[in-house]
């Protein structure tokens, strides 16, 4: 079912806002992410994925850069990738769209010169982010009220 979804590092404004509008209705709506947590001065300089199933987006994420050491990464690794705001709404899951838009936010990453990825996973998709080959350290913690786990990946070559 992977064929009828499209996943694009989006640029122009009215496909940022379908961004906002998805992430909106799964963190804020579904989930009960406090609305003035779900955005943040972060958006302005992500890299923003949108995913289209059919032609309707389904799914929203991005990618921040974070600096050396960001949430106690190795400092050999050097700046960092944060994946972040991962959504996919109802009608998109199990179709692959989670880990096409983890792999488009992957290679936006490399693109970027960065070797690794980290991500902060709500703790009922720490299997889905293992499969997709994230390790899990560090304690649990909360965001937003919900528990989370620190998970990251190599995507850059293995020079470290």
């Given amino acids: 079912m992977t064929g009828e979804v499209v996943v694009s590092v989006v640029v122009e404004l009215g496909e940022i806002a379908q961004a906002y509008t998805l992430r909106h209705a799964v963190f804020v709506l579904e989930q009960g992410v ?3 947590l779900e955005r943040d001065d972060r958006d302005s300089t992500a890299d923003h994925v ?7 987006p389904v799914g929203a994420g991005r990618l921040v850069i974070e600096a050396t050491g960001f ?3 190795d400092p050999a690794r050097g700046p960092v990738g944060h994946l972040g705001r991962l959504a996919v709404l109802a009608e998109g899951r199990g179709r692959g ?3 096409l838009m983890v ?3 992957e ?3 490399a693109e970027r010169g960065l070797r690794c990825v980290y991500l902060g996973a ?3 998709a720490v299997a889905f982010y293992e499969r997709l080959g994230y390790s899990v350290f560090g304690d649990e913690f909360e965001d937003a009220g919900l528990p989370h786990r620190h998970m990251w990946r190599r995507v850059g070559p293995a020079d470290y």
Avoid: D
């Fill in 34 to 36: 406090p609305v003035e």
């Fill in 71 to 73: 949430q106690g990464m």
């Fill in 50 to 56: 949108l995913a289209t199933l059919k032609g309707q």
């Fill in 107 to 109: 290679a936006q990453a």
């Fill in 103 to 105: 792999a488009a936010i």
């Fill in 97 to 99: 769209v989670g880990a």
């Fill in 122 to 124: 709500q703790t009922h």
